[in-house]
């Protein structure tokens, strides 16, 4: 853990080698530091992967009234504790937003952003077409009634009171893919114990971030001068496939790899596809910053 400077705690992970190209992970939502992907393949390809909990969730504290561009604050601290300058970022599904808003915040701590099956804005263009009954519903709540949507997380989809039963509601309305890896009992037993750490607060910060993402993010994507990557399954049913076309025209140059057949958790199979990509884009970029002339954030670093 490391202190913030308006006394927060905010806990984190690391995965992979230790003396890496570092990557930040940011992981859906409800999780926690507990979630990565395969950690033999980040140690193959060299990545030193962080995976912090954002607030409310695991052991950081909470942060009454964030919003998402509160989240690179705490991101820039903490690459500064652990003495990184620039470096890569990952988000899935509803890690998404808070990639994207790293990507507009801070562009000049970022090597190369990946959003993977993240979520998008609300508010873009039929964004919500296709998606799943349930996930419409979350949406129209979270923006019109929240304290209605708090209350159906707390008695309803609660995953404190009962997490691996949880775990079995998304996997009733996943797609066959999504349900083939959560299939696995290794998968199975992460996702489970992810999402005990995550509600060991309670769910209010899992109703936060449904809530935040709801609603307009703060920041136009057109604004965006970060590369991006985005990655989604064209089956999909948590994140519908017409939110990550419409994010993706908003981004300026954003790149993006549409994969038929796969869902929402496909990361946890191309991990070193999607891995390795950001790791040759970053490398790119650092060379593009040496020509620039960009100094160093901290000694010693090699861009």
Same mark, same amino acid.
């Given at each position: 853990m490391i202190r913030l400077a308006d006394g927060r705690r905010l806990a984190y992970a690391e995965y992979g080698d230790p003396?890496?190209?570092?990557?930040? @992970?940011? +992981? /859906?939502?409800?999780?926690?530091?507990?979630?990565?992907p395969d950690e033999a393949v980040t140690r193959d390809l060299g990545a030193r992967l962080i995976v912090a909990d954002r607030p409310g969730f695991g052991l950081s504290d909470p942060k009454p009234g964030r919003t998402l561009l509160d989240w690179p604050d705490d991101i820039v601290a903490l690459a500064d504790a652990l003495g990184i300058g620039r470096?890569?970022?990952?988000?899935?599904?509803?890690g998404g937003p808070y990639a994207a808003a790293c990507a507009y915040r801070i562009p000049q701590r970022l090597t190369a952003v990946t959003i993977v099956g993240g979520s998008g804005p609300v508010d873009l263009r039929n964004t919500?077409?296709?998606?799943?009954r349930e996930r419409h519903i979350g949406y129209v709540l979270a923006q019109r009634a929240p304290w209605l949507l708090r209350l159906v997380i707390l008695l309803a989809r609660n995953?404190?009171?009962?997490?691996?039963?949880?775990?079995?509601? @998304?996997? +009733? /309305?996943?797609a066959a893919a999504d349900r083939a890896i959560?299939?696995?009992p290794a998968m199975r037993e992460m996702f489970v114990r992810s999402y005990a750490e995550a509600s060991r607060q309670g769910v209010t910060a899992f109703a936060d971030e449904v809530i935040l993402a709801s609603k307009p993010w703060g920041f136009p994507l057109q604004d965006i001068t970060?590369?991006?990557?985005?990655?989604?399954?064209?089956?999909?049913?948590?994140?519908?496939?017409?939110?990550?076309?419409?994010m993706a025209a908003a981004i300026p140059n954003c790149c993006t790899t549409f994969l038929?057949?796969?869902?929402?958790?496909?990361?946890?199979e191309r991990w070193g596809e999607i891995l390795g990509d950001l790791l040759t884009i970053s490398e790119v970029r650092g060379r593009a910053m040496i020509e620039e002339k960009l100094e160093p954030i901290h000694p010693g670093e090699v861009l």
């Open positions: 003396d890496g190209a570092p990557v930040f @992970f940011f +992981q /859906g939502t409800p999780s926690s530091r507990l979630m990565h470096f890569g970022l990952v988000g899935i599904s509803g919500l077409a296709g998606a799943a995953p404190r009171r009962n997490p691996a039963r949880f775990q079995a509601q @998304f996997s +009733q /309305g996943a959560m299939a696995r970060t590369p991006v990557h985005l990655w989604h399954g064209e089956e999909d049913r948590n994140t519908p496939l017409a939110m990550a076309r419409a038929p057949g796969e869902g929402h958790l496909f990361l946890f």
